[in-house]
T-cell receptor, first 111, second 114 residues
Framework: KNEVEQSPQNLTAQEGEFITINCSYSVGISALHWLQQHPGGGIVSLFM???GKKKHGRLIATINIQEKHSSLHITASHPRDSAVYIC?????????????FGTGTLLAVQP | DAMVIQNPRYQVTQFGKPVTLSCSQT?????MYWYQQKSSQAPKLLFH???????NEADTPDNFQSRRPNTSFCFLDIRSPGLGDAAMYLCATSTPSGLLYEQYFGPGTRLTVT
């Protein structure tokens, strides 16, 4: 069983729809990261959060530490949001920050 | 803008011919990571440096080596690439902010082995 589970694995939406991607994890963490990767491209860090909620433009990320669950929301979705969204977690301890990645959610937003 | 730069973006090498991938950063971060990402898979950490201290993952093949001559640069050397080493190679950096380390990723180098 993966330590980081995402759902759904694939998501197709119409432009303008509100989108939610979920992430559950099974271990104690120091932070949870939401990352974006366009097809064939590199990774962009969207959010790093350890509690509560963060908002950046049309993107909102929330985390519930007690329930070990996080959600990424996209409001007013647009075709340029089409990408793989990856949830990853990191841990306290040591001098560095290893990430454990989820399997990703492939989002396609259709015009 | 401060950033993580990877060169080249696309690299083609022949089976068994050594290849070097380059990563540089203007963020002055302590930590630099190399990940391998194969098609439709999550990135897999190969190794990382904390300053000059090298940390190899247990399952990273000996075929993969790394050098960090200074804070800004880190290289990934593949001594004898096999067909199975074709992948996207991602460099990332981080530095501690309290107990948290946000990772900044480069655009990646896509390696093709012929």
């Amino acid at each position: 069983k993966n330590e980081v589970e995402q759902s759904p694995q694939n998501l197709t939406a119409q432009e303008g729809e509100f989108i939610t991607i979920n992430c559950s994890y099974s271990v104690g963490i120091s932070a949870l990261h939401w990352l974006q990767q366009h097809p064939g491209g590199g990774i962009v860090s969207l959010f790093m959060l350890s509690s509560g909620k963060k908002k950046h433009g049309r993107l909102i990320a929330t985390i519930n530490i007690q329930e070990k669950h996080s959600s990424l929301h996209i409001t007013a979705s647009h075709p340029r949001d089409s990408a793989v969204y990856i949830c990853a977690v990191s841990f306290y301890g040591g001098a560095t920050n290893k990430l454990i990645f989820g399997t990703g959610t492939l989002l396609a937003v259709q015009p | 803008d401060a950033m993580v730069i990877q060169n080249p973006r696309y690299q083609v090498t022949q089976f068994g011919k050594p290849v070097t991938l380059s990563c540089s950063q203007t963020l002055n971060h302590n930590v630099m990571y190399w990940y391998q990402q194969k098609s439709s898979q999550a990135p897999k950490l190969l190794f990382h440096y904390y300053d000059k201290d090298f940390n190899n993952e247990a399952d990273t093949p000996d075929n993969f080596q790394s050098r960090r001559p200074n804070t800004s640069f880190c290289f990934l050397d593949i001594r004898s690439p096999g067909l199975g080493d074709a992948a996207m190679y991602l460099c990332a950096t981080s530095t501690p902010s309290g107990l948290l380390y946000e990772q900044y990723f480069g655009p990646g180098t896509r390696l093709t082995v012929t």
